[in-house]
Each structure stands twice: as C-alpha cells, then as structure tokens.
C-alpha cells in the first residue's frame, strides 16, 4: 500500500508531522466527539498506547470533522487520552478513505507504508492479528487480558493470555 505523510496541528496548537513518529508504528484514528463509537472505542486506544509504546506504538487521534479546539481539549482531558490527537480535515482523511464512516483507524508499518484501513471500532482481535506483528517482540509478547468463553457455563470470564 502507499506510504503516508502529512501533517496537522494538535488540540494545543502544535504542528505534528507524520516524519516525526520516526521508526514508529503509527495507529491513526479519525474520530469525533459525538461518535459514540469512536467514544467505546477510546479506552482500548489508550490502553495499547500505554502497554504497547516501548515496543513502538504510537496512536495518533484525528478529530474529523475538525471539531473548535476548546471542545477537543475539554473532551480528551475528561477521558485522559494518553496519546497526541491532531486536526484532520476531509482532505487528510480522504488519503486513506473516501467514506464518512467514523471511526477509522489506519494502521502505518515502520517505514511509513499504510498497512491496514479499519473501518469501525478496531476490535482486540484486529489489533492482535494486525498490529501487534509491527510491534518489537518484547512488547508484542505482553498482551492485554480479553474475555473469553467458558464453554462450560455458557458465560464470559476475563482470561490473561
């Protein structure tokens, strides 16, 4: 797939450029405050960030459509987003896809290439099968507990895996 490269400013005013992730993968989310799926979707979001950064994460949040800045800064801080979110506009989301679905997640390998275009919530399981082999071994290797079956009593129990 192509590569990607673009910039945009944060909810703080500050430019990020897409060459400055470095050798980073790049989990690029476009979503919006009053997407109740892109909202369920954000812890998930914040936790790979904090498990998965040493081994080479990065989740960047686009807010598309561009939201004012005060109302963005206000949101993130009331769920504690732990990771840089930026302003998109339709022509930065329309490199990855030409639809309004929301959310979106792009997922961009070391070298900049766009690996993966996730329209929805990116499941735990999407995030396993396509991000984690990006990821370094080591941090690849500690992965977040998730519910599993119990087939015997037909319930959902939490399982570290």
């Not at 797939?1 to 430019?15: E, K, V, W, Y």
């Not at 812890?43 to 498990?51: N, S, T």
């Not at 022509?91 to 929805?120: C, H, M, W, Y």
Request: with cysteine; net charge positive.
């Amino acid at each position: 797939m192509a590569a990607a490269s673009s910039f945009a400013r944060s909810c703080h005013g500050a430019r990020h450029e897409s060459s400055g992730v470095g050798s980073k993968v790049v989990l690029l989310n476009f979503w919006a405050t009053w997407c109740p799926p892109c909202r369920a979707e954000m812890p998930d979001l914040v936790k790979w960030q904090r498990q998965y950064r040493s081994g080479g994460l990065q989740v960047i949040g686009v807010t598309y459509p561009p939201a004012r800045r005060a109302e963005v800064r206000k949101f993130t801080r009331g769920i504690r987003i732990n990771y840089p979110v930026v302003f998109g506009a339709k022509e930065t989301k329309a490199l990855f896809d030409s639809g309004e679905a929301l959310p979106l997640s792009v997922i961009i390998d070391r070298e900049g290439n766009v690996r993966d275009v996730i329209q929805g919530i990116i499941l735990p399981e999407e995030f396993e099968q396509k991000v984690e082999p990006l990821l370094d071994n080591k941090a690849a290797g500690q992965r977040m507990s998730r519910p599993a079956r119990n087939p015997q009593a037909g319930t959902w129990k939490s399982q570290a895996r």
